[in-house]
């Protein structure tokens, strides 16, 4: 298949950027309508950007699990730390129940506290009541002070909330947008990707959606559909003249979504299932790299619904009854995992373009021209 006969959300972002396939790299796997994490049904994703002066260069995203209308509705989810010099809140209550509520915010290394709290001003505003008694929202962190002022404290709640309420299914943006907007990937401007892959299962066909925020990565180790395209472009490369991280630093956040019936400690599963998709795009998991992954469900709506704390009633007859994927047969959900990180990396960098900022560094895009170059050889032999 050629480019032109790519499905047009395949081969390029809502803003006409082009997309990996787009350039001949062969993924496996069967992607879904929009090949981005909002195949699955009700995932609806969200931006606020600033991109200001010399020296603002951030922003970010919101994702909700269940679309805005279902924020009160806890999702199975489960965690994975692959290098913990990170950030994601609300994890130690993912890892006690299993579960989680409210939308996601992925956005800088400093703002991670605004993220928090623009999480529950949204939830207090679009949902009154639900944020009366407690609130444990998910808000996560990659570092873009190369290119931005990360001590700025230029995201705002309303920023936070803005992005929530701007939330939609369809095509995702990528590339410098939202919470990616700073960030830098294998050395390459980086930020966010997506991807997706269809899983048939007894008769039904469910999906498993990846969003990641890219910034991690040394030069040398980029590979794409296994070329090792890191060594074999030629471009320039000021942040290994620049010196400000160690090759390989800055972070990655994944969040993985699916409406396949899954159990938290099976969501877990497909988080660790994260790591296998980024070192099949060269990484090693860099120690200055905070390598953060959570997976949640969507299916078994209603599920995990907290009773009433003021008289314990539920409505019902005091039970709640979970489908799921049999273990023996998860495998196929895996292998959607690792297929749709991989390719959710190279849409984040193939999406971009160069980018100066702060002190007057520069993060280049990759040079997608030699890419296609690569794989058109490759395709020859």
Not at 26 to 44: K, L, M, Q, Y
Not at 56 to 65: F, N, S
Not at 356 to 366: F, M, Q
Request: glycine share 12%; hydrophobic share 40%; charged share 15%.
């Amino acid at each position: 298949m050629t480019a032109t006969d790519l499905p047009d959300a395949h081969a390029a972002t809502p803003s006409g950027r082009p997309r990996a396939r787009s350039l001949g790299i062969p993924f496996a796997g069967a992607p879904g309508r929009w090949n981005a994490i909002t195949d699955v049904p009700g995932v609806e994703v969200g931006y606020t950007t600033l991109i200001e002066g010399e020296s603002v260069r951030t922003g970010v995203t919101g994702i909700h699990p269940r679309g805005r209308a279902g924020a009160a509705d806890p999702v199975a989810a489960g965690f994975f730390s692959l290098n913990g010099n990170g950030e994601m809140t609300g994890i130690s209550w993912i890892e006690e129940s299993g579960t989680f509520s409210l939308p996601v915010a992925i956005t800088n290394t400093h703002a991670v506290g605004i993220a928090h709290a623009g999480i529950i001003a949204w939830a207090l505003a679009e949902h009154p009541g639900l944020g009366d008694d407690w609130s444990l929202p998910v808000a996560a962190e990659t570092w873009d002070g190369y290119l931005n002022d990360v001590n700025a404290a230029t995201l705002t709640r309303e920023h936070v909330v803005s992005a929530l309420r701007a939330a939609v299914s369809g095509p995702v943006e990528e590339g410098s947008v939202g919470g990616g907007t700073g960030m830098n990937c294998y050395e390459f401007k980086g930020g966010n990707g997506t991807a997706s892959r269809l899983v048939g299962y007894a008769g039904a066909t469910y999906t498993v959606g990846v969003f990641l925020q890219a910034n991690f990565g040394s030069r040398e180790e980029l590979t794409m559909a296994g070329v090792p395209v890191g060594r074999l472009v030629s471009a320039p490369n000021p942040m290994a003249e620049d010196n400000v991280l160690p090759p390989g630093a800055g972070s990655v956040i994944v969040i993985v979504a699916t409406d396949a019936p899954l159990l938290p400690h099976q969501c877990k599963a497909m988080a660790r299932r994260v790591s296998l998709g980024l070192a099949r795009t060269g990484t090693t998991g860099h120690h200055s790299s905070g390598d953060l992954f959570l997976a949640f469900s969507t299916a078994n709506p209603g599920g995990f619904t907290p009773y009433d704390p003021a008289t314990g009633d539920r409505g019902d007859d005091g039970y709640d009854r979970l489908t799921f994927i049999p273990w023996p047969r998860i495998d196929p959900f895996f292998a959607a995992v690792v297929q749709a990180v991989e390719e959710a990396v190279a849409n984040a960098l193939v999406a971009n373009q160069d980018m100066t900022g702060r002190l007057g560094r520069r993060s280049p895009a990759l040079p997608r021209d030699q890419v296609a170059a690569l794989f058109a050889d490759d395709r020859r032999k």
